[in-house]
């Protein structure tokens, strides 16, 4: 079953569904290096405790933990949540995960795209390279190796033939140098089974992985996109959003359709506080977390779960405003608020921290494209 | 889904399922140690994917590696092999493994026995305790850990209520000094919801597990039992195969039946060769492996896959005789012969390699007792 494939998806009908779409579970990873968690991982671990146990009322969840830290993991995680051993470098799931995909006849498979810690940000990254395909190997999907360097925090799909991504990341000269935008598209055409891609520019200030779309912009629904917004001139995030803005009004989608943009105000600015940057202990090879530098907080980093969003609880000046605003712009869903400050502080969040696995279905009908070029 | 449960299967109405029962799957592990496998391990990993190929052609395969190796074992093995990165001590997951429960709904759960390396023969083990746990986890399934040390190969059961055991390995002191008969049988039907024990003596000359059921005797079905079997009186097989075949025609099984005996011819006897000997490397707490020991070689250690057996292939002068009688004892499966030598070198065989997950099921029906106690 778990064969590695040498076609493309598109090639061969798969396309990657929205994470709307109902998922058979959800995986994580555990937080671990103290060079980049503060207090030997324990406050992070505590918060991807409540992560792991809120979406779990949802839908299965399974951690990937170190062999060392098995039991550790075992111990703290609820019953209901199925941990297995997968050696890693840091967890974030999302961008270390496969990027599951589907076809008409409901199979599964995946991607397992390259990955070199944005742009060598962090040094090793070899197990970190390992987990998509170790994931892909228990979850019996087939699989592609796609030739890009690439993580799943960098795109968003409609799921109808439309992926989102920014230029600051996808064109990042430490990822794929030889690569120009033509080529990257064509990448992610024939890896996410899409026809079009919206380029915004810039990601939002001191995002370490050179601007995720996962912290800027996400689709709600086919047509209709969630952008991080501050109406503060002096931020500069406001010249981000502007320009993400404008970008996304002039966007069509692959139906040809223009695209409605809902503002989600931003939380913060959020900084890293002298207590917090204490402690985690530096290393050569990683970056490193000095006190008073701002935090990549954004309220899109959620993740959509079954019938609910799992959202991050970042600010208390703020937070109770935005999920009133995600709650009306999924009125089907429950609103779960995760404290995620922890999370924050070694450089992601929630949807940063999880990768879906779409449900098996007897069929699945992509809406509102002819084909996948 | 994957709890630790107070109680016991028998209180809880579970019991384990006789091997001739469909499966779900089968898991195994990659040997690695090159204090116990000659050549680095490479032999007998070879053989190993001989045997997973010849499992995975009836049901699914999982392998465990560890993190070290999985690029190795995954290069190896068939694609349609599933690998699971899993830290272990040794490749016997007969032994080490969960021992898989069904109910009358269907319903699986698993036993994870305490182990101690067979009484201490290998150092360290600690890896080994963990495995049970970790295949219960991704297979999703609540786990029974059991007070007792315990190994998978040191019982079979007809899937009726019955077990079948030997006294120099449930009664060795290296493994459960406190408890005497008595108390290791109620061991036993509370965890492999059984209501009778037949005890057996000596288990195989030279084996180093201290005698296991599994390369003695096996159900074929419940009243059949096959026993391996010399007629060369010099032979110290012959006085444990007498011995054995005295105590099965005196039982009664579950039921009250008596025991159809169906004498299986050993192999050999076979002996380590020096250059074999020559390529294990020794490590202080590890058991020597010494040229001209005698090997505990048996043709009853085969597994039971679905629609098939998959037998050792251990000796050109007996193999064809002991695959033609298997066939007689098992008329409605395939008998597929691995050649293993280079198991039986490490100590064990396929049965000792292998762990089946019974099928799930709507209902199942044990047949042939009123009650498990």
């Known amino acids: 079953m778990p064969r590695t494939l040498p076609s493309t998806p598109a090639t061969d009908g798969f396309w990657m569904p929205s994470e709307r779409e109902p998922h ?29 146990a809120a979406i779990s009322r949802f839908e299965p969840v399974t951690v990937g933990v170190s062999g060392a830290l098995f039991d550790q993991a075992r111990a703290l995680l609820p019953a209901g949540v199925r941990v297995a051993e997968m050696a890693h470098d840091d967890c974030w799931m999302r961008d270390v995960g496969p990027t599951f995909l589907v076809n008409a006849q409901g199979e599964r498979r995946g991607v397992d795209w390259r990955f070199n810690a944005w742009g060598g940000l962090y040094f090793p990254w070899d197990q970190d390279e390992r987990v998509a395909r170790k994931v892909l190997e228990l979850e019996g999907c087939d699989r592609y190796a796609a030739p890009i360097v ?13 992926a989102l991504v920014t230029e600051e990341c996808l064109l990042n000269p430490h990822r794929n140098p030889t690569l120009d935008r033509a080529g990257i598209e064509r990448h992610l055409k024939a890896h996410l089974g899409v026809s079009v891609v919206v380029w915004l520019g810039k990601g939002i200030p001191d ?32 010249a981000v959003s502007r320009d993400a803005l404008s970008r996304l009004l002039d966007a069509r989608d692959a139906r040809g359709r223009r695209l409605t943009v809902h503002k989600l105000p931003m939380p913060g600015p959020l900084t890293l506080s002298a207590k917090e940057a204490a402690g985690v202990l530096p290393r050569e090879g990683t970056k490193r977390r000095r006190a008073g530098e701002r935090l990549a907080a954004s309220y899109i980093n959620f993740y959509l779960a079954n019938g609910a969003v799992v959202m991050p609880l970042l600010d208390r000046r703020t937070d109770r405003a935005a999920a009133s605003r995600i709650k009306r712009l999924f009125p089907g869903r429950r609103v779960v608020g995760v404290p995620s400050r922890e999370i924050l502080l070694g450089g992601g969040n929630i949807h940063c921290l999880t990768q879906q696995v779409p449900a098996r279905a007897r069929r699945r009908r992509r809406a509102g494209i002819a084909r996948a070029e």
């Open 150 to 162: 690439n993580e799943g925090g960098a795109f968003h799909v409609d799921g109808a033939g439309t």
């Open 24 to 52: 058979a579970g959800c995986w994580m990873l555990w937080p671990e290096r103290p060079d980049n968690w503060r207090q030997a991982a324990q406050p992070a671990q505590r918060a991807c405790v409540a992560l792991a």
């Open 207 to 238: 995002d370490e992985t050179s601007g995720h779309i996962d912290n800027l912009a996400c689709f709600i629904r086919p047509g209709e996109v969630a952008l991080t917004w501050t109406d503060d001139r002096r931020d500069p995030q406001h």
